[in-house]
């Protein structure tokens, strides 16, 4: 789903003054793939944020995707561990009472199983995944160190947003 909304946005941003220029088709897919990539790292670090992230940084409620259960990238990664700790999540998921109505203290706990689980670190490793793979297409485009700096401090940005 994150390739087909933010990377597709951000593919068709890096990519569309290098076409609106006249580059050739190596440049601008180049591009695009830096923005696609960029695009889900962005993805997976606005998952962590939505779990863990800062009220006052992020301006989401507290917990706000595990009240609501979105089965975010985190949450995806700890069902797929399998253990314990993933088939609690999967159970307290499931369970259809309560839904909205979660305490601070079960929001907590339930973070704690997706971390239990591998779910954020996954989602971190994968983050970081990503943002390498954007800059190594952002590698095989020629273009002058200051324009160069900017892509790559755009790239630094998403993955590195305050928690």
């Not at 960029?38 to 992230?53: K, N, T």
């Not at 979105?70 to 309560?98: F, H, M, N, Y």
């Amino acid at each position: 789903m994150e390739g087909g909304k933010t990377g597709a946005l951000l593919a068709a941003s890096a990519a569309i003054g290098a076409v609106l220029a006249g580059a050739d088709d190596r440049i601008s897919d180049a591009l695009q793939r830096y923005g696609y990539h960029l695009g889900l790292a962005f993805q997976a670090v606005d998952d962590l944020l939505g779990i863990w992230g800062a009220t006052e940084v992020t301006g989401k409620p507290h917990w706000s995707d595990l009240q609501s259960r979105k089965k975010s990238l985190p949450v995806c990664a700890a069902l797929a561990e399998g253990g314990a700790a993933s088939r609690e999540l999967a159970a307290q998921l499931a369970d259809p009472t309560g839904r909205g109505e979660e305490s601070e203290q079960q929001l907590a706990a339930r973070a704690a199983l997706i971390e239990q689980a591998g779910g954020r670190a996954w989602t971190q490793e994968e983050a970081r995944r990503q943002y390498d793979t954007a800059l190594a297409a952002l590698g095989e485009v020629p273009m002058a160190d200051e324009v160069r700096e900017h892509f790559v401090a755009l790239a630094e940005f998403v993955v590195v947003r305050e928690r």
